[in-house]
């Protein structure tokens, strides 16, 4: 058989087993997200944002964010009922491949190249809840600013965990103009070295 032809039935091969692993993974992620509005939520609180950073009135923009603390409230009850509710996913389900694309049987080739999505989940929730709080007694918009980059941060750990880290950063890049790393250089403090320590561990 000419090697041409076996390389593509490879590559074809390939390709339908890793799409029908990231469906199941798609699937998971939605089954757990159904019960809630964290992306409704999300959406209307980083629209808001950005509508309070364009008021030129400090007074109007300070009005614009306390309209938004009772969705910032709910995000957080329900994303930490959600990082609670995926503790139940069986570890092995749970893991992400650190490899930057998608291949199918990479976490049972490379399992140490991984990463657990229930403890992602978890530092996503408390990053969410210490901004929300603003624990660091930051100003108006540089809280703001900070809530974004969390936001951001946990929809580009969803996304690497339905696909693939390099189709997540090229998600949040597409859609909000920010590159992975300013993403994680902007998230607090806190949140920084938890998810850094995280990945750091599997590598």
């Known amino acids: 058989m000419d090697l041409l032809l076996v390389l593509a039935l490879a590559a074809i091969g390939v390709f339908l087993l890793n799409a029908r692993q990231q469906r199941r993974r798609i699937a998971l992620l939605g089954q757990r997200l159904r019960p ?52 139940h996913v069986p570890a092995q389900q749970a893991r992400v491949s650190l490899l930057p694309v998608g291949l199918p049987f ?23 809840a210490r901004s929300a709080r603003n624990d660091a007694a930051l100003a108006p918009r540089d809280k703001a600013f900070t809530m974004t980059a969390e936001l951001l941060l946990m929809q580009h750990s969803c996304h690497w965990f339905c696909k693939s880290r390099a189709v997540a950063s090229a998600r949040v890049l597409e859609r909000h103009q920010t590159p992975y790393a300013q993403i994680l250089a902007s998230v607090s403090p806190e949140t920084r070295a938890e998810y850094e320590k995280l990945l750091r561990r599997c590598e």
């Open 36 to 87: 809630y509005q964290i992306e409704r939520l999300m959406e209307t609180l980083i629209q808001g944002y950005l509508r309070a950073m364009g008021e030129t009135d400090a007074e109007r923009r300070t009005q614009v964010l306390r309209m938004l603390e009772g969705n910032e409230a709910q995000l957080c009850e329900q994303f930490e009922r959600l990082a609670a509710d995926f503790r």
């Open 106 to 128: 990479a976490l049972q080739l490379f399992p140490g190249a991984s990463f657990d999505m229930r403890e992602a989940l978890a530092i996503h929730a408390r990053g969410i």
